[in-house]
């Protein structure tokens, strides 16, 4: 029968714990396995006493024996997946120790979603025996993994987590580079966050770590290889950021971090030109004025031996501070007694597995961000709930962002009252993009449908989507028809402006079309639209949006944008329609002019986020809009002030927009604070606090 888990252990001349290590491997709870043991040109008696252990009753027929000479961890991993039959991979160190139902419990997990890459679970280290060290290798939390990664706050070990094979193969395998075996797993496991790994935690203790510092499948064992080692990985993750466009200020600094770090210690062991070339690798790398300057200054001083020694000791008290502000709880948080993995809490955690198994996992997941909106949901939110979709091939979550009025009373009262719950989740960082996100990871739908909390639905919408998806698999991502709902009889200068609503942005109204569309330049407006959720999340989600009733950025026709140049398709269903409620106060020419403000703002941003020119070129873009813009605006407040025909409006609408956008790039003149923000490309898994 072909197995289904590889269990990969590299070895090299670790005669003392190896039998352990494999033995842990073959006492899994989960039989149908098989142990590769990759020997790296291991000394005659350490080889012959792992072939001797293969032959031990418990091991015999589940352990295969591979010879290398000296190819390094790395590779000899990667030749463990090469030769792996298993559909999962775990990777165990010949000196570590996985619990006995460890494969169990994480393939369950696997099982149970085919969209996961791979699970991972807590560490527990050990000297002689499970339980003489009571502290964990880390301790989960909800942050951004990435970042805690590339400050040196590893999330979780080389063995703690269950692999798809397919997947490992994906990312690439083990980075052959870093033969010496120091930060390889941390490469690895960035270089996965970046492309994109969807994985999910087991809050159980299922793999010890040894800790200990001992022989290991390395070329060296010394200081100077671990250091040149971590510097290869800090360019690594640096190619792996800049290649899918996770980079940020702070994750720049903690590469050019690592940089300063080890180039200190190549100073201190006498290699000069080495430690030179990493500083100026980390003046590169950089992106904080203190970071760069701490570069320059250490680079500097590196030009004279003495003068390093004599000088630099301040410098590096200052990096040390960075570095470590960052830093979790590595190495020093004692176990919960729910994590401890017993039978009662592996049995429950199983069980718990099968009954989500189990359960329909709906197609699609309705996301309504909300900021103090509980007026407007009482009154749109009854439709989502009776569509004609069954209600568990749906979900509906609810954003609440940052609201200070009774939105979670007034959901907590409805779900009170409703067979089919609304699955709350706050969001305290404002924004319509954070929501729209914090929806997105909640969600557990393949198709993302995004409305807004004055949108009403027609009951047949959701099923429209997931025919349209279903029936055309090409789709990326759809929008539907979005009609007014006047809150009173509009005047007739408001029917003249909006027509038969065909498109106007202004109040997010679109119906251009009788017959469904698909196309590479398809359009929708974020008040009736769908995505799938891999899309979303390969194309880095929605860009910033309103902070309150401020427009930064350009939201969904960021998106929207991101969809055309990855020449994705897009539809158009004309049979799911929104009814947008429109207020009185939308009714006016204040709120027009309010709204053309915001998008002069959207496009403004969508001209300056990709590359930010120089502040002189600013001030020339902005001279430009004053001299040729500026009085074709006071002509045209003039002669068009007070009237409401559909010409003067979009005349006083253009002047708002020319306003708002001159006020822009001002502010990117005299703002660093505000260039930093314009550019941030990682919205979707890096926001910072606006």
């Not at 000088?311 to 502000?325: A, G, I, K, T």
Request: proline share 4%.
């Amino acid at each position: 029968m072909k197995p289904e888990v590889s269990i990969i252990i590299p070895t090299y001349n670790r005669i003392e714990f190896v039998a352990d290590s494999i033995l842990s491997a073959a006492k899994q709870s989960f039989t149908n396995c098989e142990i590769l043991v990759i020997d790296d040109g291991s000394e005659p008696e350490a080889l012959s006493k792992i072939e001797e252990i293969l032959q031990r009753p418990e091991i015999k027929g589940k352990a295969r024996l591979i010879k290398e000479n000296h190819a390094g961890v790395c590779k000899a991993r990667n030749i463990g997946i090469q030769e792996a039959l298993g559909d999962y991979i775990q990777f165990l160190d010949s000196d570590d120790l996985m619990h006995p139902a460890k494969i169990e419990v994480q393939k369950a997990v696997l099982d149970s979603d085919s969209a996961l890459d791979m699970c991972y679970s807590l560490d527990e280290f050990f000297i002689d025996n499970i339980g003489d060290v009571n502290l964990l290798w880390n301790t989960h939390s909800a942050e951004f993994h990435l970042d805690r990664f590339l400050w040196d706050d590893a999330v979780w070990s080389t063995g703690s987590p269950l692999w798809r094979h397919s997947s490992i193969e994906r990312i690439g395998g083990w980075p052959e580079e870093l033969s010496s075996g120091f930060f390889d797993d941390w490469e690895l496991h960035i270089r996965g966050i970046c492309k994109g790994i969807r994985y999910v935690y087991v809050p159980l203790i299922l793999y010890y770590v040894r800790d200990h510092k001992l022989p290991r499948i390395s070329s060296h064992e010394s200081k100077l290889v671990l250091e040149k080692s971590k510097s290869h990985a800090a360019h690594l993750a640096w190619d792996s950021l800049q290649k899918h466009e996770k980079n940020s200020a702070g994750r720049n600094d903690a590469l050019a971090g690592m940089m300063l770090n080890s180039a200190d210690i190549l100073m201190k062991e006498g290699l000069v030109q080495e430690a030179q070339e990493l500083f100026k690798q980390a003046s590169e790398y950089g992106s904080s004025i203190f970071m760069r300057f701490l570069s320059s200054v250490m680079s500097s001083l590196a030009n004279s031996k003495f003068l390093y020694k004599l000088f630099s000791y301040p410098f590096w008290r200052l990096l040390r501070r960075e570095l470590y502000q960052h830093r979790g709880f590595w190495k020093s948080q004692k176990p919960a007694e729910i994590n401890i993995a017993n039978e009662t809490n592996i049995r429950n955690y199983l069980k718990n597995i099968t009954e989500r198994k189990e359960m329909v996992i709906p197609k699609i997941s309705v996301i309504i961000s909300a900021h103090n909106g509980a007026q407007r949901l009482r009154a749109t939110l009854p439709s989502h709930l009776n569509q004609t979709l069954p209600r568990q091939l749906y979900e509906v979550i609810l954003v609440d962002n940052a609201s200070t009025d009774d939105t979670r009373e007034f959901v907590t009262q409805l779900n009170g009252q409703n067979n089919s719950p609304i699955r709350y989740v706050y969001e305290e960082r404002l924004g319509l993009h954070n929501a729209r996100h914090a929806g997105a990871r909640a969600a557990k739908g393949e198709i993302l449908f995004f409305t807004d909390d004055d949108a009403s639905m027609d009951q047949n919408v959701l099923n429209r989507y997931v025919e349209a998806f279903e029936h055309h698999p090409a789709m990326s991502a759809a929008g539907g028809v979005a009609k007014p709902m006047w809150e009173k009889s509009p005047e007739s200068w408001i029917t003249n402006l909006v027509k038969d609503g065909a498109f106007f942005p202004a109040l997010a109204l679109i119906d251009p079309y009788q017959n469904f569309q698909l196309s590479p330049d398809g359009y929708f407006f974020g008040v009736n639209m769908g995505i799938k959720r891999d899309v979303l999340f390969r194309l880095g989600g929605f860009n910033p949006d309103s902070f309150g009733d401020r427009l930064l950025g350009d939201g969904d026709s960021g998106l929207l944008r991101k969809l055309w140049l990855n020449g994705s398709h897009i539809g158009f269903i004309p049979e799911a329609k929104v009814q947008h409620h429109i207020p009185e106060k939308r009714m006016t020419i204040d709120y027009l002019k309010h709204w053309s403000h915001n998008w002069g703002a959207a496009d403004a941003y969508t001209k300056y986020s990709q590359a930010m020119p120089s502040i002189p070129r600013l001030i020339l873009d902005l001279l430009k809009l004053v001299i040729t813009r500026v009085p074709k605006m006071l002509i045209i407040s003039m002669l068009h002030s007070g009237k409401h025909d559909p010409r003067s409006v979009h005349r006083i609408m253009s002047v708002s927009y020319t306003m708002e956008q001159i006020r822009y790039i001002r502010r990117l003149i005299f703002s660093k604070k505000f260039r930093t923000f314009v550019t941030y490309q990682d919205w979707l898994n890096n926001p910072p606090m606006e």
